[in-house]
């Protein structure tokens, strides 16, 4: 008997679950060296298959996901969930809040102290 495992390609699986805008972007990440499987550096063309672990760089956050399904096409937002395992620690998403945050903060050497009209601002950003 002859057993058939689903699997696909990592940059297309990558744009199905929506990590990417496109395809192109998520071959890109692959050659870049930003998408490793099971611990492996991923080439655009190797086979994802059920079970396995993905870990992306996506700027600051290093998102780590567990395959669940395979889709045949790109899928809506609310049904990534049934492809894929969210496994990143809350911490990684943090990290990016606060550099958001922090260049928001960011003041150009030389302009002075901030006014209140900037303070009230910061403050209604924080609070």
Known sequence: MLITTEEQRIDKWLWAVRLF???SLATDACR???VSVNAQPAKPSREVRCGETVEVQ?????RTLRVIGIARSRVGAGQVPRYCEELTPPAEF????VARVQQFLARA???GRPTKRDRRL???LLG
């Open 109 to 111: 050497r030389g302009s």
């Open 21 to 23: 805008k496109t395809r």
């Open 94 to 97: 943090e990290k990016a809040r």
């Open 58 to 62: 996506q700027g600051l956050v290093h």
């Open 32 to 34: 870049a060296g930003s």
């Open 122 to 124: 910061i403050d209604r």
